[in-house]
């Protein structure tokens, strides 16, 4: 079993930036992470994830270039750094864990956070 707690949410103005934490506790090793968000009225999406090496993130397209997912093994914490962040970020923010090697979608992943909320403000 695996417990994960995301951190870091709040507000920032358009343009601003926040980093989000994911730790996980329990029969944690060998998953890949994800990042997934939901913004009101709309279904979850996922957005970027990172394989269980920590070598190859990938990215949705309407957040490349603007964040970065890391991730910390010792520390079993997951990071989502986001920058240049606009109206269109404002979501809850989820972090998930996943036993496949590169998930992106919903039902590849097997444990879910309670999520953060990000609010974007102009």
């Known amino acids: 079993q695996v417990q994960l707690v995301e951190s870091g949410g709040g507000s920032v103005q358009v343009g601003g930036s926040l980093r989000l934490s994911c730790t996980a506790s329990?029969?944690?090793?060998?998953?890949?992470m994800g990042w997934f968000r939901q913004a009101p009225g709309k279904e979850r999406a996922f957005i970027a994830g990172?394989?269980?090496?920590?070598?190859?993130?990938y990215y949705k397209d309407p957040v490349k270039g603007r964040f970065t997912i890391s991730r910390d093994k010792p520390m079993n914490t997951v990071y989502l750094q986001m920058n240049n962040l606009n109206l269109e970020d404002t979501a809850v923010y989820y972090c998930?864990?996943?036993?496949?090697?590169?998930?992106?979608?919903?039902?590849?992943?097997?444990?879910w956070g309670q999520g953060t909320q990000v609010t974007v403000s102009s």
């Open positions: 998930a864990a996943s036993s496949r090697p590169i998930p992106s979608f919903h039902w590849e992943f097997d444990y």
């Open positions: 329990g029969t944690f090793s060998n998953n890949a």
């Open positions: 990172i394989t269980w090496s920590g070598g190859n993130p």
